[in-house]
C-alpha cells in the first residue's frame, strides 16, 4: 500500500498491521483518477471542528490545519511527514494535552485541504505559516518538523523567514528529519526505491503520477473491503484504548493514511521532487536556535547526511538515539516535546 508501506514518517506501531493486510485482497480494474482533483472526502471517519479547519491565504490559497493537544497551551506547529497530512498531529493529542502543549498542524500545498501552490520551493512555506501564526494570533510558539516536515523547519530557521511573527520562533526542532540528498556521498545511503521515486518524479513526474494514482486508488478500494476491515480490527485490538472504539479507531487509522491524497497524487509528485533536490537551504545562515533529534538506525533517513547538515547549522543541539530508527522514534515523543516547550508550559 504506497500510503503506507512507503511513508517518510514513523509510525511502524501504527502502520505495519495496515502494510500486511493491504495484499490480502485482489485489486480493482486500473484507476483512472488524476493526479490533481477538487478535495473529496477520503473515509468514512466524520471530521472534528478541530482538525479540518482553514483560512484564506493572501494569494488565494486555501492553507487547510489542525489542532490537538491543550486548547490554552504553549503553541507547537507541527510539520507533518511526507506523504501526510495534518491529522498527523493527532499522534501528540494525548501527550499535549498532558504536557500543555497546544499542537497547530497545517497541510502543506497539495496535502489534506490545503490548495495546490504550482512552483513553489521548500523556502516559500515560511509565508504560510507567517500567515497561519498571524491568523490565530500567537506571540509566542515552536515550531517541529518531522521527517518530510524537517527541511521545512528549517526554513523557517533562516533570519527573516517569518517576517514580523514575533520575530521568529524560540525554538526549531527537526525529529528523523529527511536528509539533504546533495550533501556528499548521501544518494548511496539512500534505499533503492527511494532513489526510483526520486528519478521518476525529476524527469517522469506524469507517469509517476499516474502510477501513484492507480497505487492510491487501489489502497482506497482495499481497506473498505469486509475481509481487510476483519483484519485491521483484529490489529487494533491487540493495542487496546479504552478511550475509542474499535471501528472508531479503524476509520481514523484509514483516514489519516489517506487524507494526504484527498486531492490525488500531485503533492506527492512535487513534495518528492522537493525533497530529493536542493532545498534552498543555506545551513550555515540559520539563525534561529535549532534541536535536531535522529535514530541512529535509521534506514528511511539515513543518519550520515544528517549529520553532515547538522555540523554546518550554528549552535545546533544534536541528539541521536541509539535505540531508535525512523518508524520507533515515537518511544521518544517525551523527550522532544520537552526540548520544543518553555520550562514552564504554564506560558
Avoid at 488524476?34 to 471542528?49: E, H, Y
Avoid at 490537538?68 to 511526507?82: D, E, K
Avoid at 521518476?200 to 492507480?214: D, I, K, R
Avoid at 518508524?327 to 518553555?342: I, Q, R
Amino acid at each position: 500500500m504506497f500510503a503506507v508501506a512507503r511513508r517518510f514518517d514513523f509510525r511502524s506501531t501504527r502502520w505495519t498491521g495496515l502494510r500486511a493486510i493491504s495484499t490480502s485482497s485482489s485489486p480493482p480494474s486500473a484507476s483512472s483518477s488524476s493526479t490533481t482533483s477538487a478535495p473529496t472526502a477520503t473515509s468514512s471517519a466524520a471530521p472534528s471542528s478541530r482538525d479540518s479547519q482553514s483560512l484564506t491565504l493572501p494569494d488565494g490559497r486555501l492553507l487547510g490545519y489542525a489542532e490537538y493537544g491543550a486548547n490554552s497551551g504553549f503553541p507547537l506547529v507541527y510539520f507533518h511527514g511526507f506523504p501526510s497530512s495534518r491529522l498527523e498531529g493527532s499522534l501528540f493529542d494525548a501527550l499535549g494535552k498532558r504536557r500543555n502543549i497546544r499542537v497547530i498542524a497545517p497541510d502543506r500545498p497539495g496535502f489534506g485541504i490545503s490548495s495546490p501552490q504550482p512552483g513553489r520551493t521548500i523556502r516559500d512555506w515560511p509565508g504560510d505559516v507567517a500567515a497561519l501564526v498571524s491568523h490565530l494570533g500567537l506571540e509566542r510558539f515552536s515550531i517541529l518538523g518531522v521527517s518530510g516536515g524537517g527541511p521545512y523547519a528549517l526554513a523557517c530557521a533562516l533570519p527573516g523567514a517569518l517576517g514580523d511573527a514575533s520575530g521568529g520562533p524560540p525554538a526549531v526542532g527537526v525529529l528523523a528529519g529527511a536528509p539533504p540528498w546533495d550533501a556528499p556521498g548521501a544518494r548511496a545511503h539512500m534505499a533503492r526505491y527511494r532513489r526510483a521515486m526520486a528519478r521518476m518524479a525529476q524527469y517522469t513526474p506524469t507517469g509517476f503520477g499516474l502510477l501513484a494514482s492507480s497505487i492510491i486508488g487501489t489502497a482506497r478500494w482495499t481497506v473498505g473491503r469486509e475481509a481487510v476491515i476483519k483484519r485491521i480490527d483484529a490489529w487494533l485490538e491487540t493495542y487496546p484504548d479504552a478511550t475509542k472504539t474499535t471501528e472508531q479507531r479503524r476509520k481514523d487509522l484509514i483516514r489519516m493514511a489517506l487524507d494526504a491524497y484527498t486531492q490525488g497524487s500531485g503533492g506527492l509528485v512535487q513534495e518528492t521532487r522537493l525533497l530529493t533536490l536542493p532545498w534552498g537551504i543555506a545551513f550555515d545562515e540559520i539563525s534561529q536556535p535549532v534541536k535536531i533529534w535522529h535514530g541512529v538506525k535509521d534506514t528511511a533517513s539515513p543518519i550520515e547526511p544528517v549529520r553532515w547538515m547538522a555540523d554546518r547549522i550554528p549552535g545546533v543541539v544534536f541528539k541521536e538515539f541509539d535505540d531508535a530508527g525512523h518508524y520507533d522514534v515515537d518511544k521518544h515523543f517525551e523527550t522532544v516535546l520537552e526540548g520544543m516547550a518553555p520550562s514552564s508550559t504554564g506560558q
